[in-house]
């Protein structure tokens, strides 16, 4: 059975940090873009960051440039993204996905709430 499931959010003030993480099971995690979404009440959901199968490559959206980092272990199957300097627009819930066409699987996701 294929997982992927957040954890690591909550309330934390403007200016703070949390780490998430996105613990996955059931496929080739090593073989596997992961990336990380978010959506807040009333918007679409933004692509946050991405990391490559190898952990080689990364990229990240121009709003959490130099804030977030994206980072793997895939001995453990687990992705993290660390967020540092939170703003009040990081209020969302974040998800987790894996991509290797032709499969995508997602997480449930976990909500961030940053209080200014």
């Known amino acids: 059975q294929v997982q992927l499931v957040e954890s690591g959010g909550g309330l934390v003030q403007a200016g703070g940090s949390l780490r998430l993480s996105c613990a996955a099971s059931g496929f080739a995690f090593r073989l596997y873009f992961i990336g990380w979404t978010r959506q807040a009440p009333g918007k679409e959901r933004e692509l946050v960051a991405g990391?490559?199968?190898?952990?080689?490559?990364?990229s990240y959206a121009d709003s959490v440039k130099g804030r977030f980092t994206i980072s793997r272990n895939n001995a453990e199957n687990t992705v993290y993204l660390q967020m540092n300097s939170l703003k009040d627009d990081g209020t969302a819930v974040y998800y987790c996905?894996?991509?290797?066409?032709?499969?995508?699987?997602w997480g449930q996701g976990t909500q961030v709430t940053v209080s200014s």
């Open positions: 990391i490559s199968a190898s952990g080689g490559s990364t």
């Open positions: 996905y894996a991509d290797r066409p032709p499969a995508t699987y």
